[in-house]
Every structure is written in structure tokens, then in C-alpha cells.
């Protein structure tokens, strides 16, 4: 039978994990975007030497799981004398490999805008950083904004993978709290709508984002 006492008691717990989660996610997001951003930029790069060093980047990261990743940073380190805190590992692990899908969604976008507009741009005698701000950059974030928003929701469901290097998220939150209880269906039935709550609200807002992108496009 299904303990509504038990979820009340527990809720708040389960509510500061949360707070985590969304703490971490928001600093990844943000960190990995502008990382994102250069590593797209490396992967157009003119210079065979710089397209090179970010495509085995991204065959690296994307090849491989956060998990591992996670655990390579947390528990390999202090090996060789580098010891980072939880929740540092968790944000250096995430960026980590969230810039390589991130940089390959900017890259597809910008990748995509007709060659002969930044020609005509060229020809008016626009500079490149001209040319990338007002020309390419404005349309190439119709196109990205949903494969982003969507890896953006992947990520913070991912997040729950920190819990496996003491991070006090939700997911950890949650596998405490059960573990001392017995009450597995309660907290993990909790915990799912909470990280549901959170994801709806990214969904919200790239259904939003398509209909304005749409609206302008027309």
C-alpha cells in the first residue's frame, strides 16, 4: 500500500536533492555551451591541425560513457596526486563530454546556412566576426535550439549518473532515503515525477521556442 506519510516526511530531502540536480545541470549547460561553441568553431577551423585536435575530441567523448568518464575524474586522479571534490568532478566530468554533442549541434547549425550568403557578406566587406554575428550566428539559432534544448533535457536526466561519486542529488537522495526505509515504491515514484516536473519545464520551453522561431521564419 502506498505511504503518503512516509513521501511527506521525505519530501523535503528529495526537494534539496533536486535543487542539486538543477544546480549542476544549469553550470554544465551554461559552461558546456560556450565550450560548445569553441569546439564547433575548432571543427570549421580552416586549419587541418585544429579540425583534427576536435574531431578525436569529439570521437573521444562522444564514443564514451559519462559514467566512465565520471569515475575516471573521481576515483583516477588522486592516483597521480589530483584529488577534486564531488561535485567538482561531477561539473569537469559532464562539460566534458556535453561539449562534444553540443559543439557538434552548433556546428551542424551553422554548417547549414547557404555558403553564398556569407559570400554576398564577404563582398559588402564584412569582417568574419561580422559576418559570424549578423549573418550566420541569428540563423543558425533556429536551427540549433531544438537538438539543444532536447540534449540540454538528456543532460539533466544524466545528471543522475553523479550519484555513483557521492554528488547528493536526487537519484543519491533517493537511494538513501529507500535504502533506510524499505519504501522503494514512495521515493522512487516521488523522485521520477520530480525529475518529470523539471524536464517539462525544458520541454515547455522548446515547444515555445519552435512556435517563435516558426512565427519569425514565416
Known amino acids: 500500500m502506498f505511504d503518503f506519510e512516509t513521501l511527506i516526511t521525505y519530501l523535503p530531502a528529495l526537494l534539496k536533492g533536486a535543487l542539486i540536480t538543477l544546480e549542476l545541470s544549469v ?23 585544429i579540425r583534427n ?19 575516471y575524474i573521481y576515483y583516477t586522479f588522486p592516483h597521480i ?4 571534490p564531488a561535485f567538482a568532478a561531477a561539473i569537469i566530468g559532464l562539460t566534458l563530454n556535453s561539449t562534444a ?12 546556412i547557404p555558403k553564398g550568403q556569407i559570400e554576398a557578406s564577404i563582398a559588402l566587406g564584412m569582417s ?15 536551427i540549433i535550439i531544438p537538438p539543444y534544448i532536447n540534449n540540454s ?16 542529488d536526487l537519484m ?17 515514484s516521488a523522485a521520477g515525477v520530480i525529475y518529470l516536473i523539471m524536464t517539462s519545464g525544458l520541454m515547455l520551453l522548446q515547444s515555445w521556442s519552435e512556435k517563435k522561431l516558426s512565427y519569425y521564419s514565416r
Open 27 to 49: 553550470i554544465v549547460i551554461v559552461l558546456a555551451s560556450i565550450t560548445g561553441t569553441g569546439m564547433a568553431l575548432m571543427r570549421i577551423s580552416e586549419r587541418k591541425t
Open 172 to 188: 543519491l537522495n533517493a537511494e538513501k532515503i529507500y535504502s533506510a526505509t524499505y519504501r522503494p515504491i514512495e521515493i522512487l
Open 101 to 112: 554533442y553540443y559543439g557538434e549541434i552548433i556546428r551542424s547549425g551553422i554548417e547549414a
Open 128 to 142: 568574419y566576426s561580422q559576418i559570424f554575428r549578423k549573418v550566420v550566428f541569428p540563423q543558425a539559432v533556429r
Open 81 to 84: 596526486g589530483i584529488v577534486i
Open 53 to 71: 585536435i576536435s574531431s578525436v575530441y569529439v570521437w573521444i567523448f562522444r564514443g564514451t560513457p559519462q559514467l566512465l568518464t565520471l569515475f
Open 153 to 168: 533535457i538528456l543532460l539533466l536526466k544524466n545528471t543522475s549518473l553523479v550519484s555513483v561519486i557521492t554528488v547528493s
